[in-house]
């Protein structure tokens, strides 16, 4: 995570850096792009041979909480202390115009969800790994199909392909209430997720209503479909609970998308622009060897999973061209369900439990144009 941020940091100063090369003739009127392309889903492409690069610093922490989103995961809770909640990571984007109406894309993040456990009426003193770190990558391309000028409508196309990764994340414990019986341990034992990913594709149909020179109205549905698998195990070697304890998982998440959003070029420098997205999913599980019947049976059966079945995503960004090349940017993300349908392996039995969440971010980013 450390090298990450590195990596963010330095790319946000490179592109900084490139206002070197981006100074127009003061005594020419400069024209300003308007709209940031980024990951904003809309009809319209760059043209032929431009492309744009975006680098943004994503983070939460109980300073930059102004819902009280945090807060309200973690407030009153035994389980959660310290940092809890926070997230801190960075997200790169691409677009590259290769044909007159044909745009290609790379989406990349990485990101860390800080998890320091406290107390657990289970297992007493509970420690855990610093966090759960995640990789998220898609790649694809947009077709604008269709141009109506005359009525400012286009349409377009888009396909992606996805995946994403997680480190193993473990918690350390030295009791456990089993029912009847509470086990004592001399050393730390440990319940551990492992192999957790997944990977699939995305198919969207996007419009866009242009009104005037400075309003867009964008509209899409799309349907993506994702296998992701995960593994639990533990070093318990008490029987009873170690019997069928070690499980694998596989999931087969279809979504179905609706979204409506609009960019308003509120000055020729400064693009706002807002989103919302309903997404909807029916899946199917599959779990290796026979259910665990123990007292923890609910951190390995497939029915400790989320009843959850939809999100809601609401995205608002805005920007500021400093010039006719580079912008800065700030965007902030809520989802009703944390991030249920967005990164489909945390649909496992131990991090599914907080899938209800409210949960957001905020991103400050820097863009060039060229």
């Not at 984007?93 to 990349?108: D, H, K």
């Not at 990977?199 to 867009?216: E, K, M």
């Amino acid at each position: 995570m450390v090298c990450c941020n590195r990596l963010v940091k330095y790319l946000l100063f490179s592109l900084i850096l490139l206002m070197i090369g981006s100074h127009t003739n003061p005594t020419c009127a400069a024209t300003y792009p308007g709209w940031l392309v980024q990951d904003t889903p809309m009809a319209f492409t760059l043209n032929q041979g431009e492309g744009e690069l975006t680098a943004q610093w994503l983070l939460v922490n109980s300073t930059i909480d102004f819902l009280n989103i945090r807060g309200n995961l973690t407030g009153g809770s035994k389980l959660f202390t310290g940092n809890s909640g926070d997230l801190n990571g960075g997200r790169f984007t691409f677009n590259l115009g290769v044909l007159p109406s044909i745009m290609v894309f790379y989406r990349g993040q990485n990101h860390e969800i800080v998890t320091e456990f406290g107390e657990s009426h289970t297992f007493g003193s509970v420690d855990s790994d610093h966090g759960i770190n995640t990789w998220s990558h898609e790649a694809g391309l947009r077709w604008n199909f269709l141009d109506v000028p005359s009525q400012g409508l286009s349409f377009a196309i888009e396909g992606a392909w996805l995946k994403h990764t997680s480190r193993d994340f473990s918690f350390r414990f030295l009791r456990v209430d089993a029912g009847d019986t509470i086990l004592q341990f001399s050393s730390p034992k440990e319940i551990r997720l492992s192999s957790l990913s997944d990977d699939g594709w995305r198919a969207r149909l996007i419009g866009s209503i242009l009104f005037g020179d400075s309003f867009l109205l964008n509209f899409w549905a799309g349907y993506e479909t994702i296998d992701a698998s995960s593994a639990i195990s533990t070093t318990i070697s008490y029987e009873p609970i170690k019997k069928n304890f070690d499980r694998r998982y596989s999931i087969k998440e279809d979504q179905f998308h609706l979204g409506i959003g609009m960019i308003w070029q509120v000055l020729p420098r400064v693009p706002v622009e807002f989103y919302y997205d309903y997404l909807h999913l029916s899946r199917s599980e599959h779990a290796t060897g026979a259910p665990n019947t123990s007292a923890l049976a609910r951190y390995t059966n497939p029915e400790g999973l989320t009843p959850e079945s939809s999100n809601h995503i609401f995205t608002g960004k805005i920007g500021y061209w400093l010039t006719p090349n580079l912008n800065i940017n700030l965007e902030g993300k809520l989802m009703t369900n944390q991030f249920l349908g967005i990164v489909p392996h945390y649909n496992n039995t131990i991090t599914s439990r907080f899938f209800h969440q409210l949960y957001g971010y905020i991103g400050l980013g820097v863009g060039y144009a060229f």
